[in-house]
């Protein structure tokens, strides 16, 4: 087993150089660099709408940047062939903001697609294995039903059970924590943290939940209008002095990052159209 | 002049924008077809689907193929009996299904009834990242939802294609007998002695087999380059049906053409 107790003197597990993306005429990365440690947590943070689902989608070989290289545990992601992706993403866990559960299959079912697709289990093996992961997201009992019954939130626990299925060595969490109460809400906590150090799977963690984030994360990138503004433990993130990162992280309404998506002055808009 | 430019623009644009679309269905073709190694070691896939395309539609083309029959025994005697050709009825109504309408109007129904849904099942899985989570699975999504899905089309098109004619020659022997008096043994015996296997069977055959890919491709390409919204699905399904329609038509003209032609 590898060690984890040092990882600074190991490579990243995710190196991410001069990437630039554009979605049509709209620059969303302009040059970023990130480095995601292993064995560690790292949040990605930053106004919605920045990319941050796009950053994901860079990482796993989704979509394909513009310029720049990501590299995952020292592949570069964007020249290998189609085998070669598929057998990184058989090592890369992803929950999508959606959920993304099969909707002809019932949970457990959804939970053991990739095990029966890659693996010969036998079938009882299979099942206990299914049965873990469901337990650690608090659902074993929703085992049997199908995912149009279930709730948004209990929707993105068993996308995570599936996501945890194959025992990858990250996995990309695209805001587990939306719509999950309190009580949920701090098992995920608990159980990102506790899966990234007991079975040393690295996280890439996207959310707004500043206060939680920061509380288990050990890395911090704030991005915002196609750069990183700033990264660090989350210590020195809450106490940084720029102004983007302060009013980001303490939830000023005021400061450098608009709330609003560009566009022309309101009174022009207004008076403009047919006025 | 800049009206003309724009003119010749918009048109370059959209013309650019069909083809990419052309190229895309093509590549999605073959990436489909080349998936049929890898069903072959999961054919409980493949079984899934030719239920759910098939057996789904067997009710509506059964009733389909035994109206037209009817329908075609009630015209047939009209004209045939200005003749005194009555006796000739049941080759007028098999040769009529086997060599035209079982393959194109089971094809119109398939069209409407397994093509659309398929779309909308497809484009579905798109907007709702399942096509994505697939991928992030390390499952190819076109081999393991669309080719299955292309082979059931495939093989079931010919085969609901033999059931609408045989219930059509069958809906033509009730009508001709029952109702307008023709010789049942003579219908019979007319059909044996003038269908001919090679000439009407398997040219019909080769049609349903045809428009079976032709009408599952678009459905297929249709669902997976959807814009995956519910107005995209929408209109995806729309354009299953009237391409699949207009492929079936044109295509029946061409295929009528190269083999009865002469
Ligand atoms: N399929 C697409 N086509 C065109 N533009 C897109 C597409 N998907 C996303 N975008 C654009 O890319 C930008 C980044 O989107 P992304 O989903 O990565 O944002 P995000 O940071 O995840 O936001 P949120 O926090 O709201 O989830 C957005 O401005 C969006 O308008
Ligand atoms: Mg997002």
Redesign the interface.
């Known amino acids: 087993m590898k060690s984890v107790s040092d990882p600074s003197d190991e490579k990243p597990l995710v190196r991410i150089r001069g990437l630039k993306f554009r979605r049509g005429s709209r620059v969303i990365f302009d040059g970023v660099d990130v480095d995601i440690q292993r064995g560690q947590v790292t949040a990605v943070m930053g106004p919605s709408g920045t990319g941050k689902t796009t950053l994901l989608k860079l990482i796993s070989g989704q979509l394909r940047p513009d310029a720049g290289v990501i590299e995952v545990d020292g592949l570069n992601v964007h020249a290998l062939n189609r085998a070669e992706l598929y057998r990184l993403r058989m090592r890369m866990g992803m929950l999508f903001q959606s959920g993304a559960l099969l909707t002809d299959l019932n949970v457990f079912e959804n939970v053991a697609y990739p095990i029966r697709e890659h693996t010969d289990l036998t079938e009882s093996l299979i099942r206990k294995l299914v049965l873990i992961k469901l337990e650690a997201v608090g659902l074993r009992g929703a085992a049997g039903l199908m995912p149009s019954e279930l709730s948004g939130g209990m929707a993105r626990r068993i996308a995570l059970a599936r996501a945890m299925a194959m025992d990858p060595m990250m996995i990309m969490y695209d805001e587990p924590f939306t719509g999950q109460d309190p009580i949920s809400m701090g098992a995920l906590l608990k159980l990102i943290r506790s899966l990234n150090d007991a079975a040393h799977i690295s996280s890439i963690l996207v959310s707004h939940d500043v206060q939680e984030t920061a509380a288990i994360a050990d890395e911090i990138y704030v991005i915002s209008n196609g750069h990183v503004i700033q990264h660090g433990t989350p210590e020195r993130m809450m106490n940084s002095d720029d102004p983007w990162v302060r009013q980001f992280l303490h939830g000023l309404p005021d400061g450098p990052v608009p709330f609003h998506y560009p566009a022309p002055p309101l009174a022009d808009d207004l008076l403009g159209e047919g006025g | 002049m800049s009206i003309l430019l724009d003119g010749l623009q918009a048109l370059g644009a959209s013309g650019m924008h069909t083809l990419r679309r052309i190229g895309r269905a093509h590549l999605l073709f073959v990436a489909m077809v080349g998936g049929v190694i890898d069903m072959l070691r999961k054919p409980g896939l493949l079984i899934a689907q030719l239920f759910s395309v098939g057996v789904l539609s067997v009710l509506l083309i059964a009733v389909a193929g035994l109206f037209v029959g009817m329908v075609l025994g009630l015209q047939g005697f009209y004209i045939l009996s200005q003749f005194s050709a009555e006796a000739t009825l049941g080759v007028m109504v098999a040769a009529s299904l086997v060599r035209e309408l079982g393959p194109v109007v089971t094809a119109l129904l398939f069209a409407g009834r397994a093509g659309s849904a398929l779309t909308a099942e497809i484009g ?2 798109k907007a ?3 096509l ?9 999504p076109i081999r393991r939802v669309l080719t299955p899905r292309l082979y059931a089309g495939v093989l079931a098109m010919p085969l609901l294609a033999a059931m609408f004619s045989a219930l059509g020659v069958l809906g033509g022997y009730f009508v001709g007998t029952g109702l307008l008096g023709v010789d049942g043994g003579t219908y019979w015996t007319q059909i044996a002695a003038k269908i001919d296997f090679n000439e009407d069977i398997v040219n019909g055959v080769i049609k349903s087999l045809v428009f079976g890919v032709v009408c599952t491709w678009i459905a297929l390409f249709q669902g997976y380059d959807t814009v995956p919204t519910s107005e995209g699905v929408s209109r995806s399904t729309t354009r299953t049906v009237v391409h699949s329609a207009l492929a079936v038509l044109g295509l029946d003209f061409v295929l009528t053409a190269l083999m009865f032609g002469n």
């Open positions: 579905l899985m709702t990242e399942q994505s989570g697939l991928e992030m699975m390390a499952v190819d």
